[in-house]
Every structure is written in structure tokens, then in C-alpha cells.
């Protein structure tokens, strides 16, 4: 820094980054997306659910949890990969794995077969 340069707090700058108009659409924007994404992945693990035509009460009974237990598995927005097999599992799913597809176009599976132990989630 030289002495011509002020140190400025971080909060201090992310205030007077906000304020610029510019700044705070770009950062609405980026919020707006982010919420976006969350309500999908937490709609799709329900939607899992629901296309097994199970309770949250059911789900939870399948795992060896309390029902508020799916609830919050379902509003996270990250999972453990076990924690998303047990809920997997507990709705039905044969086989459930992750598959990516890698730069060079080849697809890579990771299976979800290694539950956790009742009462865990």
C-alpha cells in the first residue's frame, strides 16, 4: 500500500461497493440466481419424493429419523453424499449414483450405495 492509499475496512468497502448502482445489480443478479438454484435442487429432492408417493413422516420412518430431520435434508443446500444415499434409499431408489460427464465428454458414475447407520442423518 502506499502512502497515498488508505486502508479501508473490508465492511467499509463492501458498503461503498454496493452502493454503486452497477455493483448492486450485478450482486441482485447474482443473488436472484443463487436462490434460483436453491429452490430447484430443494424441489427436486421433494419431487423425488413425491414421485415415490411418500410422507416426509414415511421418508423419516425409512431412515430412522425424526420427520424434521427430511425437512431440513430437503431445505439444505449442501449434503453429504451418505446423507443424500440414505434419503435416496429410503425413497425407493434402486441404484442411485452421480454421474458426471468429465471435459473430454466421457461419463464418470460414483455409486450411493453405502448407507448410514439408523438414526443418522
Do not use: C
Request: glycine share 6%.
Amino acid at each position: 500500500m502506499s502512502k497515498n492509499e488508505r486502508f479501508i475496512r473490508g465492511n467499509d468497502w463492501l458498503t461503498r461497493a454496493v452502493a454503486d448502482p452497477d455493483t448492486r445489480a450485478r450482486v441482485d443478479a447474482i443473488e436472484g440466481e443463487m436462490e434460483q438454484v436453491e429452490r430447484t435442487y430443494r424441489m427436486n429432492l421433494a419431487a423425488i419424493r413425491h414421485a415415490a408417493d411418500l410422507t416426509q413422516t414415511e421418508v423419516a420412518e425409512r431412515m430412522g429419523v425424526k420427520q424434521g430431520a427430511v425437512s431440513a435434508v430437503e431445505r439444505r443446500d449442501d449434503l453429504l453424499l451418505s446423507t443424500l444415499a440414505n434419503y435416496l434409499n429410503a425413497t425407493g431408489a434402486t441404484a442411485p449414483r452421480i454421474v458426471i460427464t468429465t471435459s473430454d465428454g466421457r461419463d464418470v458414475e460414483y455409486p450411493l450405495t453405502a448407507p448410514r447407520p439408523a438414526g443418522t442423518v
